[in-house]
């Protein structure tokens, strides 16, 4: 407490002590009073875990902002995140969950706890990727489209290299069934990467974050003939080439996510 007024991070940190895990032994029978022990314990633990990590939080979120104290509305808008944010120990995600607690504050369409809840089921290396996929479209690029700039579409080669440039894409699981018992470990190793980034990119399309589109294309083959007609004319035989044509973009939902746990520094919000 500063000058009668009450550190928001303790406050926060008292909040979510009381909410996050309850007292366990009182509602025990005398002949579960070793397991009362037990669970008594690992709520005690589980409770300084949780403050621990909202102090951290807490902590970046006040650099963030600077030393300005968040008011009771601030603080009521918050307070959804918090919860979850306590079960997070990982820097990387911490300074996530940071930048959306300042995100919830500007928030007018009650956004932020369908946020936090994406935020909470990502991994540290799934941000990773996600940043990483964000510098690419927010990097100017001349080409014309019909999507906005953010949401262009991406190739499976561009998610690829945002996940890790050193990846060789140009393996599948049929060659693995086949030869895999033939390969050496650094190609093993690039199998698992690939299969990592494969499945990184199929959560984060489940978490609505990025979309996937898909297209059937037929490639024409053409032959010019002398003399087909009076004009000269062209007969199109369909060579049965089909190939199967799939772009990514971030969706309307993954833009918004991505601005509020990203956010911009304080001096461009004012």
């Given amino acids: 407490m500063s000058n009668g007024v009450p550190d928001p991070l303790e406050l926060i940190a008292k909040v979510v002590t009381e909410a996050v895990a309850e007292p366990m032994n009182d509602a025990l029978t005398p002949a579960s009073k070793e397991v009362g022990k037990l669970l008594g314990t690992i709520t005690n633990v589980f409770r300084f875990y949780a403050t621990k ?6 902590t970046k979120w006040a650099e963030y902002r600077r030393g300005e104290l968040p008011n009771d509305e601030d603080l009521r808008k918050v307070m959804p995140l918090l919860p979850s944010a306590s079960m997070v120990s990982d820097e990387e ?32 290396e799934e941000v990773r990727f996600l940043d990483h996929l964000w510098a690419i479209v927010l990097t100017p690029n001349r080409t014309v489209t019909a999507y906005a700039p953010r949401m262009r579409p991406l190739s499976f080669i561009t998610l690829m290299g945002a996940f890790d440039p050193g990846i060789n894409t140009g393996v599948n699981d049929a060659e693995f069934q086949i030869y895999g018992h033939e390969w050496s470990e650094e190609q093993r190793a690039n199998y698992k990467r690939l299969r990592r980034a494969r499945l990184i990119i199929d959560n984060v399309i489940r978490l609505g974050i990025l979309r996937e589109r898909q297209e059937i294309k037929e490639s024409d083959r053409h032959i010019g003939l002398d003399a087909v007609s009076m004009n000269r004319g062209e007969v ?35």
């Fill in 236 to 270: 199109t035989i369909k060579a049965g080439d089909v190939k199967l044509h799939v772009e990514y973009s971030f969706s309307a939902y993954g833009l918004s996510f991505m601005e509020a746990v990203t956010g911009k520094d304080k001096d461009s919000r004012e």
């Fill in 93 to 124: 995600l911490q300074a996530k969950w940071a930048r959306l607690m300042e995100s919830a504050i500007n928030d007018a369409d009650g956004r932020a706890s369908a946020f936090g809840q994406t935020l909470s089921q990502l991994t540290a």
């Fill in 53 to 58: 990590n909202l102090e951290k939080i807490c």
